[in-house]
């Protein structure tokens, strides 16, 4: 083999060994991936029920309600022109309270959101921004401009 030929095979090797390595990074970040949806973009989108993906709005006035067990709790989110029904098992955050934003990691099936974690606001002058921009977005709320 020439001198040549030689340095061409380590190259292909090389970028063979890349391209492998490239591969098997994205495959990773896209398992690892969890995208964030209005409820009106879920009424719009076709969402894969396996797809894990966070939802966020506010908690609908008058929707929260707990089975006799403490441990299914159920509500809407909504910001302000589609709402979404939430199941969740577990126990909510202190923090949880109706009319207030929230965002719920999960899958969306037949039309309702089975969570696995629900985060509440950690204050009453915050807002999440993805809640927020998508409220925002919406029209429907302006908030405090502060933020």
């Known amino acids: 083999m020439t001198p ?3 340095r061409l095979s380590i190259v292909l090797i090389g970028l063979v060994m890349l391209g492998t390595a490239a591969a098997l990074v994205l495959t990773a970040f896209e398992d690892n991936l969890v995208f964030f949806f209005s409820p009106t973009d879920l009424q719009t989108k076709q969402i894969s029920p396996d797809q894990r993906i966070r939802i966020g709005g506010l ?3 008058g929707s929260w309600t707990k089975s006799d067990d403490g441990l299914v709790s159920t509500f809407r989110v909504t910001d302000l022109d589609n709402v979404i029904p939430v199941t969740y098992k577990g126990v909510l955050p202190d923090l ?3 009319g207030q934003g929230v965002v719920a990691e999960g899958r969306f099936a037949q039309g309702r959101f089975d969570a696995s974690e629900v985060l509440a606001k950690h204050d009453e ?3 999440p921004k993805e809640v927020a921009d998508a ?4 029209g ?3 908030g405090d401009e502060k933020q």
Do not use: A, G, I, T
């Open 96 to 98: 949880f309270r109706e």
């Open 140 to 142: 429907k709320w302006h």
């Open 125 to 127: 002058n915050y807002m």
């Open 135 to 138: 409220l925002k977005k919406s």
């Open 4 to 6: 040549k030929r030689r």
């Open 59 to 61: 908690v609908e006035e």
